[in-house]
C-alpha cells in the first residue's frame, strides 16, 4: 500500500520539487482538492474561503523557504510569471535550523543595461523558457486531472469576440436575404400589376379587332394574375398557424362541426400561439406582441440575467429569420416558375395562332373574318357565291346564288343586325321552283310584292346557248312557301330580233349590238315610271355598259306578250360591265356595282349612282371599306331594325375550300 501510494504522487512531486517548490502537506484529501481548483472556473476563487490555504506553495532556496501567495486556476496561468518575478525580486530568509552558519541574509543587486544584443538574446531566452514552462503546466493540468478523477467542465458561453461576430453576421445575412426578397417580390408586383391593367385595357380591341388573339392575352394575363398572388402571399407576414388554422376550420365547416360564424375565434383571434413551444419569445416581434407590458419587461430582465438564456433566445431569433426567408423565397419561387412558364405558354399560343391561319385555309378565313368584322364586313356560314339579294315584305332577306344546289337562300335579321342563315328552310324554297335554276344573276321587287328573277342568259364556253340559264321568274313568298310562280321564256330572241331595240341602240352608238354571247347580271324595278330595267354585262359598246328598259312586265307574264322596249342607255363606269343594279328609295336614284382597275391593274369593286335618265352620267361612291369586299354583285337597300342600311354581298366564296362569302352593311351617313 504504501508503494502505491508514493506511485500516485510521484507525478506531483516531481512536478513541485522541479519548479523549485515544495509543499507544507500531501494528502491525498488535499490532492484532490487542489486538482478541483485548478479545473474549477475563475468566477470561483472567491467563493472556496480557505480552502485555498490548505496549499502553500513554498520556494526552496538555499537561504531557506519562502511562502507563495494561494493561486487558482487564472494563477497557475500565470504562474511561470508570477514564480519569475518572485526570483527577481530581493528575498530574505532564514537558514536552516540544522545549517552550521544559521540564518543568512541573501541580496540581490539590480544589473544595468547591457548591450542591444546581449539583450535580445536574454529576452528570447525567457520568451522560450517562459512557452515551455506553459506547455509544460498545461501538460501537467490535464494530468493531474486525469488522476484526481475530475472531469474538465466545457468552457462557457461567454461574450467571446468569436461568437458575437457570428451571430452579427448570421443576422446580417439573414435581414439582407428579407430584404432581397421583398424586393423581388415587389418587382413581381409592378410588374404583373401592369401587365394585367394593359391587358385589361386593351381586352376590347383584341377582341373587336382579333378574337383569336384573346387565347394568348387570356394566358398571360391569368398568368400575371397568378404570379401577383404568390408575390403577395411571399410579402405579406404570414401569422403563426394561421394558414392550418384556416385549413382546419374549412374541414370542420364541411363537416359541419363548425359554423361561419367560429372563424374569428378559430383563426383570427389566437393569441397563445408562439413560434418555439408554450413560451413566447419576446425577441420574436409575433410572441412579443402577444404578451402584455408587464410580462415583457420581467422576460427581458430574466434574459439579461443570464447569459446561457441570451444565446438561446437569440438562437431562436435567427432561426425564425430563416423560416421567414425560407417562407418568402418559397411564394417568390413560384411566382417566377408561374411568371415563367405562362410567358413561354403565351409565345406558343400566339405563335399557334399567327402561324395556322396561314396553313389551314379555313382558319386563314377566319382570321379574314375577324379583322373584316372591325370594319363592319360580316361573313356568312354557309353562303359561298351570292350574286343578288333581295328584302321580302316582311323583312326577311332573299339570296340568290349562282349554283343550283344554293340557288335560293332566305336570311333572317337579328337584333344585333346580323344576318342568320336556315338551311332546312333554303332546300324547301329550292324545291318550291320545280326546276333547275343555274347561274341566278339578279333580283328584284315590284310596288305589289312580286319578286322577279332572271339568270344569265349566257352560253357556256363552247357557244352553245343552256336552256337552264334562261330564266325569268316572277314569284312571291309567304312563310317559307313560293307562291303564283311564273316565268317567261325566249328574252334572248326577242334582243336578237326585236326592231324596237335596234332602233334604239342605232340611234344612240351609230350600229347594232350581237346578242349572241349575252350576260344579264343586272335587274332593277323603276317604281316612278313602272318600268323594269336590265342591266348587261355583256354586250357592251366601247366599254360602256348597256341598260334597257321594259314598260310592261307585268304583261310579259300574265298576257305571254313579248317585252316592249322603251329606252337604251349607255353608261361610262369605267369598264366591266354591270355586275349589280337596284333602285334605292333613299337616295332616289340606281346604284350600280362593276369591277374597275387601278393603276397597276389590280381589280376591285366600284360602287356608282345613277339617275335613271339616259343622258345623264353615272357618279362614283367612294366607299374606303368596299376594298375589302371583292366582287360585290348583290346590292338591296333594306330595313334594319328600324332604319334604311344598305347592304352589299360579294360574290367570292368557294364552297370547295370552305370559303363563305362576306356581307357588309353600311350607313347611308358614310356614302
Same mark, same amino acid.
Given at each position: 500500500m504504501a508503494k502505491k501510494k508514493s506511485d500516485r504522487f510521484t507525478l506531483r512531486t516531481w512536478v513541485t520539487e522541479s519548479m523549485g517548490f515544495r509543499d507544507q502537506e500531501a494528502s491525498p484529501k488535499r490532492d484532490r482538492r487542489r486538482a478541483e481548483s485548478l479545473l474549477?472556473?475563475?468566477?470561483?476563487?472567491?467563493?472556496? &474561503?480557505?480552502?485555498?490555504?490548505?496549499?502553500?506553495?513554498?520556494?526552496?532556496?538555499?537561504? &531557506?523557504?519562502?511562502?507563495?501567495?494561494?493561486?487558482? $486556476?487564472?494563477?497557475?496561468?500565470?504562474?511561470?510569471?508570477? $514564480? +519569475?518575478?518572485?526570483?527577481?525580486?530581493?528575498?530574505?530568509g532564514e537558514l536552516d535550523p540544522g545549517s552550521a552558519n544559521g540564518a543568512m541574509t541573501e541580496t540581490t543587486e539590480t544589473t544595468e543595461t547591457t548591450e542591444a544584443v546581449a539583450l535580445s538574446d536574454r529576452e528570447a531566452k525567457k520568451a522560450k523558457k517562459a512557452a515551455r514552462k506553459a506547455a509544460k503546466l498545461k501538460a501537467l493540468k490535464e494530468e493531474w486531472a486525469r488522476e484526481a478523477g475530475v472531469a474538465a467542465p466545457p468552457a462557457p458561453m461567454g461574450t467571446a469576440k468569436g461568437v458575437e461576430t457570428m451571430f452579427r453576421n448570421a443576422f446580417r445575412t439573414e435581414m439582407e436575404l428579407l430584404a432581397l426578397a421583398a424586393t423581388k417580390a415587389n418587382i413581381m408586383i409592378s410588374l404583373n400589376g401592369f401587365i394585367v391593367s394593359a391587358l385589361m385595357v386593351s381586352g376590347a380591341f383584341i377582341f373587336s379587332s382579333s378574337p383569336e388573339f384573346l387565347v394568348p392575352a387570356?394566358?398571360?394575363?391569368?398568368?400575371?394574375?397568378?404570379?401577383?398572388?404568390?408575390? =403577395?402571399?411571399?410579402?405579406?407576414?404570414?401569422? !403563426?398557424?394561421?394558414?392550418?388554422?384556416?385549413?382546419?376550420?374549412?374541414?370542420?365547416?364541411?363537416?359541419?362541426?363548425?359554423? =361561419?360564424?367560429?372563424?374569428?375565434?378559430? !383563426?383570427?383571434?389566437?393569441? $397563445?400561439?408562439?413560434?418555439?413551444?408554450?413560451?413566447?419569445?419576446? =425577441?420574436?416581434? +409575433?410572441?412579443?406582441?402577444?404578451?402584455?407590458?408587464?410580462?415583457?419587461?420581467?422576460?427581458?430582465?430574466?434574459? @439579461?440575467?443570464?447569459?446561457?438564456?441570451?444565446?438561446?433566445? @437569440?438562437? +431562436? +431569433? =435567427?432561426?425564425?429569420?430563416?423560416? @421567414?426567408?425560407?417562407?418568402?423565397?418559397?411564394f417568390l419561387h413560384m411566382s417566377y416558375v408561374v411568371f415563367r412558364w405562362g410567358l413561354l405558354a403565351s409565345v406558343i399560343a400566339f405563335t399557334v395562332v399567327k402561324t395556322l391561319p396561314s396553313v389551314i385555309p379555313a382558319m386563314q378565313a377566319q382570321k379574314q373574318a375577324a379583322h373584316l368584322q372591325t370594319l363592319g364586313i360580316n361573313v356568312f356560314k354557309s353562303l359561298y357565291e351570292p350574286s343578288a339579294v333581295q328584302q321580302l315584305p316582311d323583312g326577311r332577306i332573299l339570296v340568290v346564288e349562282d349554283e343550283p344546289t344554293r340557288a335560293a337562300s332566305i336570311l333572317t335579321i337579328e337584333p344585333d343586325g346580323s344576318l342568320r342563315e336556315d338551311e332546312a328552310l333554303d332546300t324547301r324554297i329550292i324545291r318550291d321552283f320545280r326546276r333547275k335554276l343555274n347561274d341566278l344573276e339578279a333580283l328584284t321587287r315590284d310596288p305589289e310584292g312580286y319578286i322577279y328573277a332572271i339568270t344569265s342568259h349566257s352560253p357556256n364556253r363552247n357557244g352553245q346557248r343552256r336552256p337552264d340559264r334562261e330564266h325569268f321568274l316572277r314569284f312571291r313568298i309567304q312563310g317559307s312557301d313560293i307562291q303564283q310562280l311564273e316565268s317567261y321564256s325566249g328574252l334572248i330572241d326577242d334582243l336578237k330580233n326585236s326592231s324596237e331595240l335596234k332602233e334604239l341602240i342605232k340611234a344612240k352608238t351609230g350600229t347594232e349590238l350581237d346578242f349572241r354571247n349575252t350576260n344579264i347580271e343586272g335587274l332593277a324595278f323603276d317604281p316612278r315610271k313602272n318600268r323594269l330595267m336590265l342591266g348587261f354585262r355583256d354586250p357592251e359598246f366601247n366599254e360602256l355598259a348597256l341598260v334597257v328598259s321594259i314598260d310592261n312586265p307585268k304583261d310579259m307574264f300574265e298576257k305571254r306578250v313579248p317585252p316592249h322596249f322603251v329606252s337604251v342607255a349607255f353608261l361610262d363606269i369605267k369598264g366591266g360591265g354591270i355586275r349589280s343594279m337596284n333602285y334605292d328609295p333613299v337616295l332616289k336614284s340606281f346604284i350600280l356595282a362593276n369591277e374597275v382597275k387601278d393603276d397597276d391593274g389590280t381589280k376591285f369593286s366600284q360602287l356608282w349612282t345613277w339617275s335613271g335618265n339616259p343622258n345623264d352620267a353615272p357618279k362614283a361612291i367612294p366607299l374606303p371599306n368596299l376594298r375589302y369586299l371583292s366582287n360585290v354583285e348583290a346590292i338591296d337597300s333594306v330595313v334594319i331594325n328600324g332604319q334604311h342600311r344598305l347592304l352589299l354581298m360579294g360574290d367570292e366564296g368557294d364552297a370547295k375550300k370552305n370559303l363563305p362569302a362576306k356581307y357588309m352593311v353600311v350607313d347611308y351617313s358614310d356614302l
Open positions: 474549477a472556473p475563475a468566477d470561483a476563487d472567491a467563493g472556496r &474561503g480557505e480552502e485555498e490555504a490548505d496549499f502553500q506553495p513554498t520556494r526552496c532556496s538555499a537561504s &531557506g523557504t519562502d511562502t507563495l501567495p494561494p493561486y487558482t $486556476t487564472r494563477g497557475i496561468n500565470a504562474f511561470p510569471a508570477e $514564480t +519569475e518575478a518572485h526570483d527577481r525580486a530581493p528575498v530574505t387570356g394566358i398571360f394575363m391569368l398568368t400575371a394574375a397568378a404570379s401577383i398572388v404568390c408575390a =403577395l402571399l411571399s410579402a405579406s407576414p404570414e401569422r !403563426v398557424g394561421r394558414l392550418q388554422a384556416t385549413w382546419r376550420w374549412l374541414k370542420d365547416v364541411f363537416r359541419r362541426k363548425a359554423r =361561419l360564424r367560429d372563424f374569428k375565434a378559430r !383563426v383570427s383571434h389566437n393569441p $397563445t400561439v408562439h413560434f418555439f413551444g408554450d413560451s413566447p419569445n419576446i =425577441l420574436i416581434y +409575433e410572441d412579443r406582441a402577444k404578451i402584455p407590458k408587464d410580462r415583457y419587461w420581467q422576460m427581458m430582465q430574466d434574459i @439579461m440575467n443570464d447569459r446561457e438564456q441570451i444565446y438561446y433566445r @437569440m438562437s +431562436e +431569433e =435567427l432561426y425564425w429569420l430563416g423560416l @421567414m426567408a425560407d417562407k418568402q423565397f418559397k
